[in-house]
């Protein structure tokens, strides 16, 4: 499969472009540019959840305290990249990663799993640059989730 030339238009280019330098994650198999075309949110994983929940409303209350807890959640992992706290990165990374994924949060998912090899790689400068997508499509995957489930089933 060819790639388009670099002057020629793309369509399936993703909103929001990887950052030069972290494009790809070797041993991952997917980009940033790859995880930009995941939905931020996958409304099938939410039915599948209440689903196993048995409509007991648990599943939107999981999705309510996601979303409360995006900021603080966000907060502690930058912090982590930031000051190269490998063991606290993981820790928050991994659970950002789980988290996402219950909620149908498939970009931010992805996204988590790609940071998740560079802090495990140790590669602290591409973490850093990364967080900043992180934090980018976590706002807006917390106000798709907001407007798309939580509201409309709350």
């Known amino acids: 499969m060819q790639s ?3 002057g020629s238009s793309d369509r399936s280019a993703p909103a929001n472009p990887p950052q030069p330098g972290i494009t790809a994650v070797t041993g991952s198999g997917y980009s940033q540019e790859a995880a930009g075309l995941l939905p931020l949110v996958d409304a099938a994983v939410l039915e599948e959840l209440e689903d196993e929940l048995a409509g007991s409303g648990l599943a939107q209350r999981f999705a309510r305290d996601y979303a409360a807890m995006w900021d603080q ?3 502690r992992l930058a912090a982590a990249v930031d000051s190269q706290d490998s063991e606290s990165a993981l820790d928050a ?6 988290s996402s ?5 498939m970009r931010l998912a992805k996204l988590a799993e790609l940071l998740e090899v560079l ?3 140790g590669d602290f400068g591409q973490g850093q640059a990364l967080m900043k997508r992180v934090a980018q499509d976590g706002g807006q995957t917390v106000s798709e989730l907001q407007a798309t489930y939580i509201l409309k089933n709350g």
């Open 4 to 6: 388009p030339d670099p």
């Open 73 to 75: 959640r966000c907060t």
């Open 93 to 98: 990374v991994i659970s950002l990663k789980i």
């Open 101 to 105: 994924a219950m909620v149908g949060g």
């Open 119 to 121: 802090i495990r790689r």
